[in-house]
């Protein structure tokens, strides 16, 4: 099974992608878990990476699809993965069309409006990447692992507002764009965390018979 996962920044994408890859048995492979990783232990990439995060800018397309088609040559893709945040703009979904054939993108559909209260919110685990949000969080240390519980330096009013606007010019033409290519199914992402996974669990029970 090879997916994309497609949604805005907020719309669950990560939560939805960590319960997908358990229940499946597929690779995660997230791009700005990727830029994190590289950005903590200090890489030319994560350098490189830094301003454009910091800015709620997409990083180039080279640096990205590079990183990508790299990680797509590793033994472990071979039986299927699943994309995370990639590709975020036509020029890198064309990118992928050239690297691998994909069985289906899913996009998680959310109200634009309320991602702002959302990911302002959101505070996630500096160890493993658990996201929770401020309204509900239980305690200082990750329920999963122990790690700190922190906001994401990109998780600010303003930089989410940039992040948004990223999101509207550049990634949601690939609505369209794989919508076309008859590939795209949606999901509701503004229902609560189980329903929406059960949505994904329908779409992909429908193809991994075949995929
Ligand atoms: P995310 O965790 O997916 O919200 O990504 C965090 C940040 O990493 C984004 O705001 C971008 O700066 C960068 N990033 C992640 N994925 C991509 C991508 N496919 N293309 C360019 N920049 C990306």
Known sequence: MKIVLLGA??????????????????????????????????????????????????????????IVETRLKESDCEKGFMLDGFPRNVMQAEALDKMSDIDLVLNIAVDLDKLMARLTGRRVCKECGESYHISTLQS???????????????????????????????????????????????????????????EVVKVLDGISGRA
């Open 140 to 198: 200082a240390k990750c329920a999963k692992c122990g790690g700190e519980i922190i906001q994401r330096a990109d998780d600010t009013e303003e930089t989410v507002g940039k992040r948004l606007g990223v999101y509207t010019e550049q990634t949601q033409p690939l609505i369209d764009y794989y919508s076309k290519k008859g590939l795209l199914k949606s999901v509701d992402g503004m229902k609560d965390i189980d329903d929406v996974f059960a």
């Open 9 to 66: 920044p907020g719309a669950g994408k990560g939560t939805q992608a960590t319960r997908i890859a358990e229940k499946y048995g597929i690779v995660h492979i997230s791009t700005g878990d990727i830029f994190r990783k590289n950005l903590k232990e200090g890489t030319p990439v994560g350098l490189k990476a830094k301003a454009y995060i910091d800015k709620g800018q997409l990083v180039p397309d080279e640096v990205t699809c590079e």
